[in-house]
């Protein structure tokens, strides 16, 4: 359950500039400062190299993921279901669940705007909730029957990643296939396992619905990281909205479009403050205070109950929380390094551009990015985050990551005195 994403909101202003095109854009960049110009070109590379292509990973894994539990659904009832096929789905999850986390450092967007972010990544998981669920006979037809077209009648405690994941994993290995040809507990109850994967295909037929969102709301293209198709899906038989109130641009658009008619960014330096801020500032808060430090060094009355709200340890079932975190710490460096999995700023970037105009910490920031990651790494070897929590590379990692979250804001900062 998201607890500390913020909410950036920018007054629509009336900065007309003479001479802009249909798009909204000035024709003659020489209009603008040479400040100005280097933001705008660093955007126009963040957004399609970072963003466009990010949520088009996601939304392929989560379309792969679907179809993949589909199958294993079918195979359960059919009595051939095989470890094999498992670990599969395990593969897949990882894929699809590391773009996830591999986007949070823009969450600005219409993952928040639209309410997705909590919708696909809520946890703890209300397993009591689950199981009187998947215990009524009706609930499970409907759900095999619609798949995420009755999503509605299981509860938002139980969507998205973690729905998924606990149905696949248990004390962080991926599950038997005997598990679904027999009987499951959950939560003191029997569950047929062949429940529990229609359950989680209707959860991921549902993930995969909004993840096309995310992609649609921001890319207005079709190629090479839009869809036609999954845009249409969305509007037309998901009718979940692809643009924006006020503007009719998507997400993409609108941060393009910045210091012209219509867009919400009144000037680059509003716009690249919402980068730093909203966007990587906000995850790098959110991991070291909240992911992190709301388990480490809590008083817990049960060390094996990972649902408990003391506890609050994301992804507890495949026991891949360090490795989550460690991929929300990528997204920021992807943002500053201007393309999706760069380790090193080339083009027009962020990072560059903080160089390029004299901030004095600029290689502070790098250095503090790359300590951050480090730490995370660190927490990895140790092991999981669940038998870990209150290892000394815990305390280290939440310190680091602090330490980078102070030094994006001081760039921030910068950028608004210009």
Not at 110 to 139: E, F, G, M, R
């Amino acid at each position: 359950m998201k607890r500390s994403i913020l909410i950036l909101t920018f007054a629509i202003a009336g900065l007309l500039l003479a001479g802009c095109n249909k798009a909204g854009r000035p024709s003659d960049d020489s209009r603008l400062s040479a400040e100005d110009q280097a933001m705008k070109a660093l955007v126009e590379q963040y957004v399609p190299g970072v963003i466009y292509s990010i949520y088009g990973k996601l939304a392929d894994e989560t379309e792969s993921l679907h179809t993949l539990l589909q199958d294993l659904k079918a195979k359960a009832k059919a009595g051939t279901l095989t470890d094999a096929d498992l670990a599969k789905a395990q593969e897949s999850f990882y894929a699809a669940r590391q773009w996830w986390e591999k986007s949070e450092a823009f969450l600005y967007g219409a993952a928040t705007v639209y309410k997705i972010d909590p919708h696909i990544d809520s946890w703890p998981l209300d397993k009591t909730a689950l199981a009187k669920n998947l215990q009524n006979k009706a609930v499970v037809e409907d759900l095999d029957a619609q798949e995420g077209g009755a999503i509605g009648l299981v509860g938002a405690d139980a969507l998205g990643f973690h729905g998924i994941e606990f149905i696949l994993f248990r004390d962080g290995a991926i599950r038997k296939a005997s598990d679904f040809l027999g009987t499951d507990r959950i939560a003191g109850y029997t569950i047929d396992g062949v429940s529990e994967l229609v359950f989680a295909t209707a959860v991921a037929d549902d993930l995969m619905g909004y993840c096309f969102e995310l992609q649609a709301a921001w890319d207005p293209s079709d190629y090479p990281y839009g869809d036609a198709t999954r845009r249409a899906y969305v509007e037309e038989e998901l009718e979940l909205p692809t643009a924006m109130d006020g503007n009719g641009m998507t997400f993409g658009e609108n941060l393009l479009a910045t210091a012209t008619l219509g867009s919400t960014y009144r000037a680059w330096t509003v716009a690249v403050n919402a980068i730093l801020v909203a966007g990587c500032s906000n995850i790098c808060n959110e991991v070291a205070n909240t992911k992190l430090a709301t388990a480490h060094g809590a008083e817990v009355a049960d060390e094996d109950d990972v649902d408990a709200d003391y506890n609050y340890i994301e992804s507890p079932y495949s026991k891949r929380s360090f490795h989550d975190f460690k991929d929300n710490l990528l997204s920021i460096q992807y943002t500053l390094y201007g393309g999706n999995g760069a380790d090193a700023p080339t083009g027009k970037t962020l990072m560059g551009f903080l160089g390029d105009f004299g901030y004095s910490g600029a290689k502070q920031l790098d250095d503090s990015l790359k300590a951050a990651i480090a730490s995370m790494d660190a927490c990895i070897a140790v092991g999981s985050f669940v038998d870990n929590r209150n290892d000394a590379s815990v305390d280290k990692a939440i310190e680091t990551i602090n330490a980078l979250d102070a030094e994006l804001n001081k760039a921030a900062a910068w950028v608004m005195s210009l």
